[in-house]
């Protein structure tokens, strides 16, 4: 069954303005990741987040970790064109090393318009 | 350079048939996964290998056969394919210390 579940599925913001995209997972997790993935395109790694971590930043990215309601946010400030892509949540989980694997999320379609 | 490269980027072929999809990577990483997209942009796991070794099998349908010849390679053999196999085949890899994967771009598959 599928880990996570985000929302909103769909996001519309003009340039400038903040994006806030929310992910919720059900089992343990040993890390949680956001992906971004350009139409027609593969999946970039953004940033992990360790589940002994409740925040961590990237540039312009800021994701925080509530493993207590097994949940994550991903911030985008200060948001342009360029950011329009589909965002995923992934959650690694299980035994650790070699036989961790990775759990997508639903995904939200981010659009930002001029 | 491509760090995960797959060929081919395209396949349009037909029910019954059989394909393979190639997967490269030259970063060196020990484990490889294969992911698949469906239409509705869902990603799940079909495979990982680790240094040749078959890790996770994602109770997949047994005419898909992944083959990792050394680690730097992890390609997918599909049989008899189905209308239902049509989606977007995504190749990984992942370095050791719980980074994040690198994925390739895509291979999209259509059964007509």
């Known amino acids: 069954s599928q880990q996570g579940e985000e929302d909103p599925q769909a996001l519309s913001i003009q340039e400038g303005e903040n994006a806030t995209m929310n992910c919720s997972y059900k089992?343990?997790?040993?890390?949680l990741q956001w992906y971004r993935q350009n139409s027609g395109r593969g999946l970039v790694h953004l940033i992990l987040?360790?589940?002994?971590?409740r925040e961590k930043h990237s540039g312009r990215l800021r994701v925080t970790l509530d493993t207590s309601k097994k949940s994550s946010s991903l911030l985008i400030t200060a948001s342009r064109a360029a950011d329009t892509a589909s965002y995923f949540c992934?959650?690694?989980?299980?035994?650790?090393?070699?036989?961790?694997?990775?759990?997508f999320g639903t995904g939200t379609r981010l659009q930002v318009t001029l | 350079d491509t760090a995960v490269s797959q060929t081919p980027k395209y396949l349009v072929t037909q029910m019954g048939n059989d394909k393979s999809i190639k997967c490269e990577q030259n970063?060196?990483?020990?484990?490889m996964y294969w992911y698949k997209q469906d239409s509705k942009k869902f990603l799940k796991i079909m495979f990982s290998?680790?240094?040749?070794?078959?890790?996770i099998n994602e109770t997949v349908p047994n005419r898909f056969s992944p083959k990792s010849p050394d680690k730097a390679h992890l390609n997918l053999h599909i049989n008899s394919l189905e209308l239902g196999d049509s989606a977007v085949y995504f190749c990984?890899?992942?370095?050791?210390?719980?980074?994040?994967?690198?994925f390739g771009s895509g291979t999209r598959l259509t059964v007509v």
């Open positions: 290998y680790n240094n040749k070794e078959l890790i």
């Open positions: 089992t343990s997790i040993n890390n």
């Open positions: 987040i360790r589940s002994n971590e």
């Open positions: 990984a890899s992942r370095g050791g210390g719980g980074y994040g994967y690198t």
């Open positions: 992934a959650t690694a989980s299980g035994p650790t090393g070699t036989a961790s694997k990775l759990t």
């Open positions: 970063l060196g990483h020990d484990t």
